[in-house]
C-alpha cells in the first residue's frame, strides 16, 4: 500500500505511470479512477462520515498558506524566480 501512495504522490520507484495494479473483487485494476474508488470504500467504514464543515480551521489554515506564501515572494524581491 505504501508504495502505491508514494507513487501516486510522485515520489514512489515505479516506473509505471499508473503504478501497479490492485485488486478490485478478485479483478486487478490499474484505471486511477477504479483505485481512488476501492481505497474510499476500503477506509470509509473506518472514518465517520458527515463531519460538519469547520470554516474556522479553514480560515486559519488559508491565512497561514497565504502569509508564508507572501513571505516568501516578499525574499525573492520582484523578477526573481525560485529555482533560477
Do not use: Y
Amino acid at each position: 500500500m505504501w508504495s502505491f501512495l508514494k507513487t501516486m504522490t510522485g515520489k514512489g520507484t515505479d516506473p509505471t505511470p499508473d503504478g501497479r495494479p490492485i485488486n478490485n473483487n478478485d479483478m486487478a485494476t490499474n484505471d486511477l479512477s477504479e483505485k481512488s474508488e476501492v481505497f474510499l470504500n476500503h477506509f470509509s467504514s473506518a472514518h465517520s462520515t458527515g463531519i460538519p464543515n469547520n470554516t474556522t480551521c479553514k480560515e486559519i489554515i488559508l491565512r497561514k498558506v497565504l502569509a508564508k506564501i507572501k513571505k516568501q515572494c516578499s525574499r525573492e524581491g520582484p523578477g526573481k524566480q525560485q529555482g533560477a
